[in-house]
Each structure stands twice: as C-alpha cells, then as structure tokens.
C-alpha cells in the first residue's frame, strides 16, 4: 500500500493536527498536487529545472581515499554540487512550480541553517514570486552569510524571537503568518515535515535523489548497496536517498541524528524523543514530561529541530530504518576527515554522516555504503573556526 | 453550572455571553487563583483557561509571551488540575480549558478529561486537533461528560462547517480573522454576521465569536449577531500591563466591567 493514507498517515504517524483556519488551503493543496502529479508538462518543466538550472543529475563519487581509510566502499551523492550548495533545491523548484500552478504570488519559507531559506529565495526569483523567509535570530547570526546571500536574492528575512530562537521557532512563525495570509500565501516547507500533505509532497520532490542513486549504483556496481546513510533533522535529504530503496529490503537505512552536546541537550528526536505532535504532525518530538517541546542544540543549525519527519518515525517503529546519533564533536572529525581525505568540504549537517561510517566500519568491513552528501560546508567555515580556536585553547 | 445551563440562562434573560480567556500560570500560578475569581466577580459567564504550551502556532505576540511566563512559572497540566481543585468552591462561573494538542496527548487524553472533571472543568478547545483527528478524543470527551468546542472561520467551507456543527457541543467558537490571537485585527462585522446568520440556520448550538476582540464597542457589535464575545488578548495585556501595582485585582474587575455592554 502507498504511503501515506488518505489521511496523511505514514503508519502511526503524520496526520493533519492544524489549527481549522489552514483546512481548505491544505485541501486545495492536496487537490493541486493530485492534478500536478498527473500533468505531463508539470514534470516536464520540473525535469527541465532540476536539470538545467540546478543541475543534475548530481554524480555518483566513488570516495575513494576514504574508502580505503575506513574499509568500507563508499560513495557519494553530490548533492552539495547543486546549485545554491544542498539539496534544498530541489525541493523548492518542485513547490515553487506548484505555487504557480496554484497561482500564488507569494512564498514564505522556515530556514535553519539557511539553506532552505536560499533555495526558496532563488527559486523566488526564477519565477517572479515574492518571498518571506522566517529565521531564527539565532541562527541569523550562525549562519551571517545566508542571510545575506538571501537579501541578495530579494529575499525579506524576517527574525524569529521568540523561543530557543532557531528552526523550530522560525516554523511556528511562518505557520502563524500562512494562518493569517492563508488566501494568497504559499507555505513552502522546506523539510519532510509539517501537516499531511507536506511530508509526502516533499518526500516526492526529494526522491530524485534515490532514484538517480539507485540507478547510478546499479551502472557502476551492478548491485545495490547494503548501507544507505543520511543525516537527519526533518529528514528531507534522508527521505529523498532511502525512499526508492524501501522495497529493497536488503538495504538498510541509517538516519543519522545530531546528538549535539549530552544526552540532555541535542536535537535527536527519534533516538530521545517520545511520541507527540509538533507543528501540524504526530512524529517523535523533543519534549518534557507534560508535552512541552524542549530546547534544542546541535552544531548544525540545519538539524536543530525538535521533531522529525513523521515518515522517519514510522521507518524507525517498523524497523525499516535505524537511527543512530553522532554528537557535535564527532561531526567535527567528520568535517575534517572528508576535507583532508577527499578535497571536499562538507556542510556540518552531512558530516554527521560521515562521521556515523568511521562506526558502521567496525562491524561492516567491506560494505558498499551510499552517503548522502546533502551540503557543501562553505555556509560552516566560520562555525567550524570558532571550534577548532576553542579546541586549540583547550 | 455547566456551559448549557449557562447558555439557557442567558436566554432566557435576553443576555449574551462574555467570555474571558486567561493564561494559567501567568503572571503567576498563584495569581491565576486570584485572577479567575477576580473575573468571576466581574461577571464573566464563561472563563476560558489556556494551558500553556511551548509553541503556540496560532497566538500572537502578547498570548505568546504570557505563554512564555507561564512556563517559566511552572504551570503544567497537573498544576492546572489541582489549583482548580483547590478553587471548586469558590469557582462557580462554568470553565472550558483550551490548549493545544500536544499537553493534553501527553498527560493522556481520558486521564487528563477524568481530572479536569473533577476539577470542575466543563468543556475542551483545542486549538491544532480539527474533527478529521478528533474521533477518539471526542468518544473520551462524551464519556467523561466534557463538551468538545469546535472552530469554524471565515474561510470554513459549506460542507465542513456542517461537519463541523455535528462534531461539536458546548457552542461553537468563530473565528473572527484569518489569522492569530492579538489586538489591532481588521474585523468585517458585516461578512461576519452573515457567515454567522448561515450557521444560525443549521444549529441550535450557541456561536460565540473570538479573536481581535478586545472593546466594549466591538463586543456590542459581535453580540448583535451572535450568543458571545471572547476577550483574550485584550485581558491577557491588561493584567501584563498591570500586574504588579497595587489594587491590580480591582484595576481587573474595573477593567473587565467596561468593556461588557449593558
């Protein structure tokens, strides 16, 4: 059976838990999407966006130094070659087209880390639409050079104060404001997350990913894979690498969650986290005794949320996939271990996953690995600084 | 007195209902305690007592950051619980609690409407569960003889809001606005009345208007149409603002006593 229900229920998990004045947007959403997902000139021109303005297929990489240092074989998915630096992109050409579709003039978007926030700016432009972007102050100053990319772009950012002041706050924000401009207003979710049927809408856009993957492996190994591993926060990247590998079932799923600092103090929804509903889904949540969402840290401000996917969730409970968590300072080997291996530098949320190999090499000599490399880590460097100077100073 | 005795006394003194919304545990706990029978005294028909929640997506700034208070104060929904225990005797004024989903999910929806039961506590809005997620927490609500309240708003279409009626008891909360909890909202009294005329026609249930309400002029204009105004925010800023000086319970009373109409 497809996934999710007419309800939006992957399982256990997802549904529709919004306040009554998003109904009808949400229903005319799910009818647009339905008759978008049937017009052949709506792929079409998705098709000719994914490929020609932000570029893919995105390659393959055989990692080869690493591979050899962690005895693994391990490849993988440049999603930090698109244009604009993640795969954030290609969610957001998929839901700006459906804006138009559905002849909304106006976008908002929630950022973390800003990447999402750039990809909706970008995407803006390209197709004339106005842009709103809700960013936590927070992460305004973590991540100065999005910021600035997206006000480049024509892009209003809009601070969040309210809260922990980061992604979680800056969704809440944007969901007050589609509340309120709900009859020409957009809300283009930049994660797997949210109401019934975002999850699902994003997940669909993403899944380019694993498409291109699985036949990429296939060419060049001509067998799948045993390992697919992606970090995840609302999980979109992770989402998009597993999804057209669920009916493999020999492959197996590990979602990398960002066990930031302590037990106590991470954004590991699923590894930590109980049952609850958050902005709009019932998913794994960060939360107190009494349901109130707790404060959040990682190192990645793109994985800073206190919820996940609901999709995740049900992957997690059917034991589809395994969620494992990798703190901040074992991100920061992982940063520097694909930098000095490979000459790449990856985005802080993505070295989580790297990072989660130098474990899965222990027990897995010889495994055939795709990672999803879903950022470059230019938007990092910065934050990347000021940890390796603490470091120095002991 | 429960929120259908409430209304058929309204009736049948020709009034309208005045509906005050207050935050748990803001600016204190302890003052809440003085607050509802301040409010009582003032001659409020119904209190409607938020729980507070981490992350209210459809309030606006000033519920938002008495939300904030109140969670550092350490209201939760087993302090909520036990201090309407403790005001039973005193607390005639029929109470409904609204919250979101999430707190009430956690402390068990059937322990949680067992409690507020006995509490004294009379009917439920919660603001992020629409009908379509409600089956099994309007079955608990039947059971334990708590009034599940409903929202409908100006962008509700036809169909659902019939759908709408036949989920909901207590009355029916109308949205007034596209949009958040606060002051400074742009109402359209005359798409509202209409929109209200049209629901009178298919429910005997009371509609009670909400959101952006905060003056005697615009209550009087919401009664017009309606069975009740519900004054959040407006209340909610008045006791931020006026908390710590002296007399502030009678400033309250005052304060509440001009701003329902005749």
Known sequence: MALPNNHGYFGNFGGSFIPETLYSCLEELKKAYARAKKDKSFKTNLDYYLKEYAARPTRLYFAKHLSAYLGLKVYLKREDLLHTGAHKINNSLGQALLAKYMGKKRIIAETGAGQHGVSAATVARLFGLSCDVYMGEEDMARQRMNVFRMKILGAKVIPVLSGSKTLKDACSEAIREWVTSVRDTYYLIGSTFGPHPYPMIVRDFQSVIGKEARAQIIQKEKKLPDFLVACVGGGSNAMGLFYNFFKDEKVKFIGVEAGGLSRNLNSASISYGDIGVLHGAKTYVLQDKFGQVKGTHSIAAGLDYPGVGPEHSFYNDSKRGRYVTVKDSEALEGFKMLSELEGIIPALESAHAIYYLKKLAKKNKGALVILCLSGRGDKDLEIVQSYLDAEKRG | MNIKQKFQQLKKEGRKAFIAYVPFGFPSIAKTKDILLALQEAGVDIIELGIPFSDPIADGPIIQAATAVALAKGANTKNIISTLKALKPSLKVPLALMTYYNPILQAGVAKFFSQMRQAGACAILTVDLPIDEAHEYRRLAKKYGIETV?????????????????????????????????????????????????????????????????????????????????????????????????????????????????
């Open chain 2, 150 to 262: 409903f929202f409908i708003t100006p962008v509700t279409p036809k169909e659902r809001a019939k759908k709408i009626i036949r989920s909901a008891s207590g009355f029916l909360y109308y949205i007034s606005v596209t949009g958040t909890t606060g002051l400074g909202k742009t109402l359209s009294f005359t798409s509202l009345a209409r929109h209200i005329k049209q629901l009178k026609l298919q429910t005997e249930l009371p509609i009670c208007v909400g959101f952006g309400i905060h003056t005697r002029k615009q209550i009087e204009r919401v009664w017009n149409f309606s069975d009740g105004a519900i004054v959040g925010s407006g209340i909610v800023k008045f006791i931020a603002d006026n908390h710590s000086k002296r007399n502030f319970l009678n400033r309250l009373k005052k304060y509440v006593k001009s701003l329902k109409p005749d």
